[in-house]
């Protein structure tokens, strides 16, 4: 069974940083792949970035292209986001997701506020 927990979640002003981060414990192997996703408030929860592991092709929402970066340590087994120049509309919940063996694991999840 995957678990998995996420943290830097917090308050930024617009235009500022943040790096959350995933740490994932359990059985990891044969993942498929992993990500984050987002929800804000009365919103469905959408795909921020994913990895997909074979090929390692990595994959962005459009509205953070260019400003937000996902990456994986293998040593460490986390996956981290690494946000940039945030705005407002970034606020929301972020939750951190496995796909192991076609099935989804999920975290708890971690907010992230961006106001002045």
């Known amino acids: 069974q995957v678990q998995l927990v996420e943290s830097g979640g917090g308050l930024v002003q617009p235009g500022g940083s943040l790096s959350l981060s995933c740490a994932a414990s359990?059985?990891?192997?044969?993942?498929?792949?992993v990500g984050w996703y987002r929800q804000a408030p009365g919103k469905q929860r959408d795909l921020v970035a994913t990895?997909?592991?074979?090929?390692?092709?990595?994959h962005y929402a459009n509205s953070v292209k260019g400003r937000f970066t996902i990456s994986r340590d293998n040593a460490t087994n986390t996956v981290s986001l690494q946000m940039n120049s945030l705005k407002p509309e970034d606020t929301a919940v972020y939750y951190c997701?496995?796909?192991?063996?076609?099935?989804?694991?999920w975290g708890k999840g971690t907010l992230v506020t961006v106001s002045s």
């Open positions: 990895i997909i592991i074979d090929g390692w092709r990595t």
């Open positions: 359990g059985i990891i192997f044969s993942i498929d792949a």
């Open positions: 997701n496995i796909v192991q063996y076609g099935k989804d694991y």
